[in-house]
């Protein structure tokens, strides 16, 4: 069983804000009539002072739009309006921006209906259908936005693949070499990826709603080439059905899972890159705290910042919540050689330390870096790490 870290503080989402020494003004930027679009379900890119996202439904057909908007709430503009068709139906994610290109993802539409990636200029022009899922292999249905490396586009696919539980896939910018990298079966490896890429170097990391551990989902892991899969299962108490991304923070992940944790209203987790274990930062009680969060993180510091969709079990409006979460213990590596030790660690901030009993006093040991190759002169030594 895993333990809540605290403190926790929440907001709720409808709190007044009061007589606060600096007042908070919302400014409405834009309100969609319905033909400029309708029901934006994705965050929004920023570029020179220009907001550009997309909208699932509305426009000219109905069928979703791209749009752009000045930050000071200006010249509002339908970059593009989807007709249903080829073209791609119901954009649910976010863009990504490169140069003057956005690229995202439609769920349905396309060729064959089941979902498309597209591009379109800043300007509204040049569109393309970058590629038009066949619903079988290669995946379909994508709900999640892009990451981009280089000219290749990496995503999921919330159904098909090869066992048509959902997949990973990557893309040219151009349409060309499409590869289905991973394709989940439902069981162990997870099923349903909901939530976009995390890209470190050449790993992608992302999570499955379900499948794994009795449904539950999982966070996993693969090489952009398709190689060294791995995921880590959730098992409830830890939390369950994550729908939102990962953050990444150096070699943790933190991330949400709707459902789960000790009173089955969701949770706050981490898990180390390397997906040994999953643990539960916060366990939502459904009342004041909160319940059933459904997207993403912001780490500030050692805050992690979040939302939830509803309150006082079920009948709340929601919450707006900061949790603070420890700073992670620096592993410290010691390696038997003949009659010498070899110590290493991998933050320069920390000191190594030694004493001749367990309990101190610790002193620091001169000039040592890692890797640090220490004699052996004594009947015991303790080593510990303390930050500089």
């Not at 220009?50 to 069928?63: D, E, I, R, V």
């Not at 150096?250 to 209203?265: E, F, H, I, M, S």
């Not at 910042?305 to 006082?312: I, V």
């Amino acid at each position: 069983m895993k333990t809540n870290v605290k403190p926790f503080r929440f907001i709720l989402a409808l709190l007044s804000l009061g007589t606060c020494a600096t007042a908070q003004t919302l400014t409405t930027l834009v309100t969609f009539n319905g033909g400029d679009g309708d029901n934006p379900q994705a965050g929004l890119v920023v570029s020179c002072g220009t907001l550009y996202g997309t909208t699932y439904a509305g426009g000219s057909s109905n069928a979703g739009t791209v749009f752009a908007v000045n930050t000071t709430g200006g010249s509002f503009t339908n970059v593009y309006s989807f007709t249903g068709g080829n073209d791609g139906h119901g954009p649910q994610a976010g863009l990504v921006l490169s140069g003057n290109m956005l690229y995202g993802t439609t769920e349905l539409g396309g060729a064959s209906g089941f979902g498309t990636v597209f591009a379109v200029n800043t300007n509204g022009g040049g569109f393309t259908n970058v590629y038009s899922f066949a619903g079988g292999g290669d995946g379909a249905e994508p709900e999640a936005g892009l990451v981009l490396m280089s000219n290749t586009l990496y995503g999921t696919t919330f159904i098909g693949g090869q066992f048509g539980e959902g997949s990973v896939f990557r893309v040219n910018t151009n349409g060309a070499a499409f590869t289905n990298i991973y394709s989940f079966s439902g069981g162990a490896n997870g099923a349903n990826p909901e939530a976009g890429l995390v890209l470190s170097g050449n790993t992608l990391y992302g999570t499955t709603a379900n499948g794994g551990n009795s449904g539950w989902g999982t966070v996993f892991k693969v090489n952009t080439n398709g190689s060294g899969f791995s995921s880590c299962l959730f098992n409830y108490t830890d939390g369950a059905n994550p729908q939102a991304g990962l953050l990444l923070s150096g070699n943790t992940l933190y991330g949400t899972t709707t459902n789960g944790g000790a009173d089955g209203y969701g949770a706050v987790f981490q898990v180390g890159t390397n997906l040994s274990s999953i643990i539960n930062l916060y366990s939502f009680s459904g009342g004041s705290d909160g319940a059933n969060p459904a997207a993403g993180l912001a780490l500030v510091g050692n805050t992690l910042y979040g939302t939830t969709q509803t309150a006082d079990y079920g009948f709340g409006y929601g919450t707006v919540f900061a949790l603070n979460v420890p700073a992670l213990p620096i592993p410290l590596n010691i390696a038997l050689n003949g009659s010498h030790v070899t110590l290493s660690w991998t933050n320069a901030a920390f000191n190594l330390q030694a004493a001749t009993n367990v309990a101190g006093v610790y002193t620091n040991m001169p000039g040592a870096t890692s890797p640090y190759t220490n004699a052996i002169t004594g009947a015991q030594q303790f080593f510990r790490l303390q930050e500089n």
